[in-house]
Structures are given as C-alpha cells and as structure tokens.
C-alpha cells in the first residue's frame, strides 16, 4: 500500500518542495524544475510553519527550504519536519554560505546547501545529486564545516569505529573536502558506482543519518 504523497514507482519525477518568503525565487526555481522531465514541484511554502504543515500532506522527497523565514526559521522548520519525515532530504538556501545558520540546519537533520545565485544546472544537479544520496555542499562551505566542528561549535567528534578500511577512510576524508562521487572517482580511478557502494558501507557502520553526520567522526587533523 502506497503512502499518500509517495509513489512506488521508480520511474516517477522527483517530488521536490519549495520553501522561501519571496515569491519570485519560487517561480524561477519552479520553472527550471518542472522543465526537467525527472522532477516536479509537488508543493510551495512561504514561512516555516507553513513548511511544516505543507510537508507533512504531501511528503516530498526533497525540499528546498530557505535558512532565514519569517514566523518560524528555516532552521527550526527542518527540525520540525525531521522529526516526523525522517527520510525527507532537506537542502538549505542563502544568499551567503557564510550564515552560521546554516550549520545549525544541518545539525537539525539537512543534508546540504545550495546557494541562491547558483546556476539553474547547479539547482537540478544538486537535486538528483541529494535523492541519489549525496550531500549538497559547496567545498568552501564543507572546509567550514570542519572548522566549526573541530572549534566546539558543532558536536564533538566521536571516534570512529575501527572497522573501516582503508579505502573507506580515504573517501569520507574526500567527502569532507566537498568531493562528490564522480570526483571521488576520478581521484581515486575506481567507478563512481563503487563510490557509493563504499559511502553506504561507511554510512551504515558509523550509524550515520548521511554524510554530513558521518563527517563528524573523523579525526579533526586528518580531515582537510
């Protein structure tokens, strides 16, 4: 039995939502998405409580959701729909990647970041890249990130299990610099198929929600 708002079908577009107060970057950002046969704009929200309400109904499988919202913030929006969406992917927007809000999204549970003036292909690159199971993030934006963390902003790093190899070691160390899977394996002269293979192995035995999360457990002076 199929969930309301969700198909089973493999072949289905993309079902992305879009979350941000001004109406003009909605409009141009819908065009672009519904100009792509595999994706569809499935929903609209002005505010973050109406985000999380508009969510819930529909259950995107991605949501493009802007950091700073009047009534409820980007950041207390994902938290929000997180809870009760577990699997939702959440990219965050901003005129900045320098908005300090932006790490406390994805401590809320996003899974990237995508800045406002990007390329239309950037914004459909970025949408296929997150369903598929990477994380959205621009390499000046991951060096932060890492930085964030190893100054006490973020969580501390916790240690990482011993039981990854080598090889997996290496390419969530790539991660962290902002790599994405083809660049993995162009860098590393293995398939782009094999990259994910080995990011869901690193995935699953850190216990890690995405890679973002699994970034944290490396150690802070092997990381950049």
């Given amino acids: 039995m199929e969930t309301e708002g969700q198909s089973s079908d493999p072949e289905a577009p993309i079902r992305v939502m879009l979350v941000d107060d001004h109406v003009f970057w909605r409009r141009g950002v819908k065009q672009i998405i519904d100009e792509q046969p595999d994706m569809e704009v499935v929903a609209e929200a002005s505010n973050g ?7 819930t109904s529909v259950r995107p499988e991605i949501i493009l959701m802007d950091v700073n919202m009047p009534k409820m913030s980007g950041v207390q929006a994902t938290r929000a729909i997180i809870e009760v969406l577990p699997d939702v992917r959440i990219v965050m927007l901003s005129v900045s990647d320098t908005d300090d809000n932006l790490f406390e999204s994805l401590k809320a549970g996003a899974v990237g970041f995508l800045s406002k003036d990007v390329d239309p292909e950037e914004v459909t690159r970025s949408v296929r890249s997150t369903v598929q ?10 060096a932060r990130l890492v930085k ?42 293995i398939s782009e198929s094999t990259v994910k293979k080995h990011v869901q192995n690193v995935l699953r035995k850190l216990q890690a929600r ?5 970034v944290s457990y490396l150690d802070p002076g092997n990381r950049l």
């Fill in 148 to 189: 964030y963390i190893q100054r006490g902003g973020a969580e501390q790093p916790r240690k990482a299990p011993t039981n990854l190899t080598e090889r997996e070691e290496e390419i969530l160390r790539l991660i962290a610099r902002g790599s994405r899977d083809r660049e993995i394996a162009e860098q590393l002269y």
């Fill in 133 to 142: 199971g990477e994380s959205t993030l621009s390499k000046f934006l991951a």
């Fill in 210 to 214: 995405n890679r973002v999360e699994a």
């Fill in 49 to 55: 409580e109406e985000a999380v309400s508009r969510a």
